[in-house]
Each structure stands twice: as C-alpha cells, then as structure tokens.
C-alpha cells in the first residue's frame, strides 16, 4: 500500500517540476479531481518519519506562493492535517521529526501577514449595528425593546475591530504557537466555500483529538497515539467552532456533532468563557434532526429574515396610542363615579346643546326614548285592534305613520351632540 502511495507521489512531485508556465492554470483546474493524490497526500502527512513528507511540504508551499488561486487552496485543504501532526509531534517533544511541517506552517503564515507590496496587512471586521439590517436582523423586528429605528439611529455608529498587523515569525515556540495557529485556521475559514468533504472531515476529527487527548473521554473515542494533553488557546477554539458550524450544514453532521461535544467539553475543563457561549449558541440554533448530505454542491446557513413589510412593535408609543390614553383619561366621569355602561362596551360621555338640566349618558337617553317609543307604540297597537274600531282600516295605518313621523321629528330637533 505504502508502494502505490509513494508512486503516485512521486509522479505529482516530477509532472509540476517540468511543467511550463503557460500550463500552470489549466494544471491547477485538472488536480482537484485526482482523489487519488489526495489520499496519498493525506498518508504521507499522518506518518511524520515518511521520506516523502519534506518533498510534499516543499512542494505544497511552492503551490502557496505561486500566485495561482486554486494551487493556494490546494495547499489549504491540508492545513487541519498539519495543524495536528504539528501539535501531536510537539506534544511527544520530538521536534526533529516536524522540522519540515512547521517550516511548512510559518511560511505560509509569513506570506498570510503581508499584501503583494510586502506591507503588512491589518484585517478589519465591521460589527453590525442595529440600527441598520443585516442578514442577521432588521431595525423592525426588536419589539420588545420599545425602540424606534430614529432612536436606534442615535446609537448606530458602526464599530470596527481590527487585528493586526501580525510579527514575522521565524520559528515557531509555546508562547507565540496558537498565535500562529489560529491566524492560518483564520485563513482556512475564509476559504470554507471551497474545501472539498475530506479536508471538512480532517476538520472535525483533529477538533476532537485535540480537545480529548490525555484526559478521560479519550478512552470513550478510542484515540491512539497521542495519551499526553495538548495546550489550546480561546482564540484557536472559537476558530474550530467556525469551521465546525460549516461542517453541520454541508454534509458531515456527524462528524461535526461529535467534534462540538468534544470542544464543548474541553472548554468546560478549561473554563473558558468564548467557546462556551459560541459552542452553546451552535448546539441552541442546530435543526432537531440531522442534515443531509448534499451531492449538488455546498449548502448555505439557513438565516431568517423578517418580511419587508413595516412592523409596529407592541409596546412602541404611536399616535394611535396616544389618541388611546387621551380617550381613556376624557371617559371618566368628574364626580368620580363610573361610567356607564352599555353590554361590554364603556359609552364615553356625550353633551346636548339647548336642552336644560341635568346631562345624563348616551345610553340612558337611547334606553328611555326606547321605553318612550315602545309604549307609544303598544298604546296606538290596541287602538288598532280594537273590535270598534274595526271599521276604519286604513285610517288607522294612516295615524301610525304620522305618529311615527312627529317621534322622529321630535328626536332630531333636541339638538347637536358633541363630542
């Protein structure tokens, strides 16, 4: 098996050497479909005495800084790999054997810090404000603060952080290590999009043996080779997490899961606070069931945003609002008593021009011209059906309607009602 691997090596090793500049794009564009290269590219990394291993980081690193788009993020795909064979060598304190690994890591950290002039580079990342939208929010859908988007424009001075400019490094030592780790795993991330399964895959599994080695939970994942602890940092955690949350929605769910517990786990022991609140924040927003693999391509993060139409928040003052206490306040009476009432509905209070003594409510005076018009009403029914009385017919009907004309007549000369 070693055989083949070292063949199939050795011919990418010979073919980029004596290949022109003019086929180096076309060269670029065909490697990502040889797996087998990739798999025996993945065996040389895993055995560090293998004498294939300094010809292949050489040769990655000359795919880095060639320039070429696609030779760059072929050399990336293997950077979880050697992150971990890096950090497995170091922890069993033989150097020696990582020499080219790590020469292969600060090169490409070296050439990460710096722009094409050879300035150095300061990253800056732009925190959303809420008072603008974003993918991640809309201005109209904080409700429950009871705050208007011209309140929040007051505090929407948009705050940046930078990181950097980063310091050359020249070696790699237990106080500047994670430093420089966790930039290239910064690098990695931003170049998610384009990593194929097995380097996602690679992602997840050196999450967990990092975050397990040496303590109990080892024995329960069945790792072999490395039993002493290996030293993480905060930083370097939550950059794990971000590739980790990729991994959940583009087909390694699995994977993904076991490596979140395991972070999750390691930073409980290690107390510390930012890969608590992302890996809880991960665990909270994950779907119930697991997400399937998706053979057309990448899949993205599902955010949801809310519809375009204005939203009024329940508790945000309004003039709606305002005309609703100002009625409120005009409904109560100035004696004190309460108001009356009609069914479940409060009457406010009305006034009737040109009419003398004591005001009474709305529904009083609508229930004692009721009882007015039904008596006058029952008295002109019996007149109608009285057996004397029979003999006029029409007459009658005549008088009814005239007395219904002088009521209504009478209702709409009382005056104006005002409110």
């Not at 603008?132 to 201005?139: G, I, L, R």
């Not at 194929?196 to 690679?202: G, I, N, T, Y």
């Not at 529904?363 to 004692?368: H, I, L, P, Q, W």
Request: aromatic share 8%.
């Amino acid at each position: 098996m070693l055989a083949v691997d070292t063949g199939v090596v050795e011919e990418w090793l010979s073919e980029f050497k004596t290949l022109p500049e003019a086929s180096i794009s076309n060269y670029a564009t065909n490697l990502k479909d040889k797996s087998s290269l990739v798999s025996s590219l993945y065996k040389v990394i895993r055995e560090p005495q293998s004498e294939l291993l300094e010809p292949v980081c050489h040769q990655l690193f000359e795919f880095y800084r060639s320039g070429e788009e696609r030779l760059l993020r072929f050399t990336l795909q293997f950077l979880p790999e050697l992150m971990w064979c890096y950090l497995a060598v170091s922890a069993s304190r033989d150097l020696q054997s990582s020499g080219c690994i790590e020469a292969l890591l600060l090169g490409v950290y070296n050439l990460e810090i710096v722009d094409k002039q050879g300035h150095s580079k300061v990253l800056s990342f732009t925190i959303p404000s809420l008072s603008k939208p974003s993918v991640y929010h809309e201005p109209s859908s904080i409700g429950s603060m009871a705050l208007t988007e011209g309140a929040l424009s007051q505090h929407g001075l948009s705050r940046v952080v930078y990181s950097g400019p980063h310091p050359q490094r020249e070696m790699l030592t237990a106080q500047n290590r994670f430093e420089v780790l966790t930039f290239l795993l910064l690098c990695y991330n931003a170049a998610l999009s384009y990593m194929p399964a097995v380097s996602l895959q690679s992602l997840c599994q050196i999450c967990s043996r990092i975050c397990v080695c040496g303590y109990p939970r080892q024995q329960v994942r069945k790792y072999k080779g490395v039993n002493s602890r290996i030293p993480v940092s905060s930083e370097f955690m939550v950059q794990m997490l971000t590739g980790i949350y990729y991994a959940f929605y583009n087909g390694e769910w699995d994977l993904a899961r076991k490596a979140m517990d395991d972070i999750l786990y390691r930073a409980q022991l290690e107390l510390y606070p930012e890969p608590l609140l992302v890996a809880n924040a991960i665990k909270a927003s994950l779907p119930q069931g697991a997400m399937k693999s998706s053979k057309e391509g990448t899949r993205c993060i599902q955010v949801e945003i809310t519809p375009t139409s204005s939203r009024i928040s329940r508790n945000a003052v309004t003039s709606m609002s305002i005309r609703g206490h100002r009625w409120k306040r005009h409904e109560q009476p100035e004696n004190g008593n309460d108001a009356p009432e009609l069914g479940n509905f409060v009457i406010p209070e009305i006034s009737v021009t040109n009419v003398a003594g004591e005001r009474t409510g709305n529904g009083e005076k609508s229930r004692a011209l009721a009882e007015n018009d039904s008596q006058h009403l029952q008295g002109v029914q019996e007149t109608a059906t009285d057996p004397r009385n029979d003999s006029k017919g029409m007459p009658e009907i005549r008088r009814q309607k005239s007395v219904r004309k002088m009521m209504e007549d009478g209702i709409n000369s009382s005056g104006r009602v005002q409110f």
